[in-house]
């Protein structure tokens, strides 16, 4: 299946400050998704991007999709300590084989 | 109520059994997906069925099997032949028109 690789794989930040993670493929991807784990619990979805340079917004979190449709990323302004947890891309190839990156943990501190 | 359940949350096997972790889902979802987590790692696909009866392999099907007998339910075998079974699994479901998967609790199996 596809491969998405992801970075960085840990990021600690202070209350308030940014926070971005990055999704890159060597190969074009059909579609990107990205889904949140909280600590102890279960990867939930947060949005799906299909479209070249598609920018999405949901409150704080900014999601993009780049022009060759081979890397993504998700940005948070002014984290907060309910934001903690990881982040996960992932991608549906024509087979149906949803493969996911290997997930940014984020770390808030107060 | 809709949703995808894993059960059990927790087990426990000494080394050299098969065991079955179940999974089922009521979202009426053709796709189901099987995957293991470990620590600080991320999720590895082990097995992926579109239909009925049809299942593929993933990137780490060794020492693995499942079934789909039903639509609604997709159970894995962690067979004997699994080196490093302990682990958190997770199923997924979700519809072929390739939209937002549902995840199951997990179920954190450790093998003694």
């Known amino acids: 299946g596809q491969q998405v690789m992801q970075i960085p794989q840990y990021q600690h930040v202070q209350e308030g400050e940014d926070f971005t993670t990055y999704c890159n493929s060597s190969?074009?991807?059909?579609?990107i998704q990205w889904y949140k784990q909280r600590p102890g619990g279960h990867p939930v979805f947060l949005i799906q991007?299909?479209?070249?340079?598609e920018v999405k917004k949901q409150k704080r979190l900014t999601f993009q999709f780049g022009e060759a449709k081979k890397n993504s990323s998700l940005h948070i302004t002014a984290t907060q300590t309910t934001d903690v947890g990881t982040y996960f891309c992932?991608?549906?190839?024509?087979?149906?084989?949803?493969?996911f990156g290997s997930g940014t943990q984020l770390t808030v501190l107060p | 109520d809709g949703g995808i359940t894993q059960s059990p949350k927790y087990l426990f096997r000494k080394e050299g059994q098969n065991v079955t972790l179940s999974c089922e889902q009521n979202?009426?979802?053709?796709?189901m997906y099987w995957y293991r987590q470990d620590p600080g790692q991320g999720l590895r696909l082990i097995y992926y069925?579109?239909?009925?009866?049809?299942?593929q392999k993933g990137d780490i099907a060794e020492g693995y099997s499942v079934s789909r007998e039903k639509k609604e339910s997709f159970p894995l075998t962690v067979t004997s032949a699994q080196k490093n079974p302990t682990a958190f699994y997770l199923c997924?479901?979700?519809?072929?028109?390739?939209?937002?998967?549902?995840f199951g609790q997990g179920t954190r199996l450790t093998v003694v």
């Open positions: 997924a479901s979700s519809s072929l028109e390739g939209t937002e998967a549902f």
């Open positions: 190969t074009t991807l059909s579609n």
């Open positions: 991007l299909v479209k070249s340079g």
């Open positions: 992932g991608t549906s190839g024509s087979a149906r084989q949803l493969t």
């Open positions: 979202l009426n979802h053709d796709a």
């Open positions: 069925s579109q239909i009925v009866n049809d299942f």
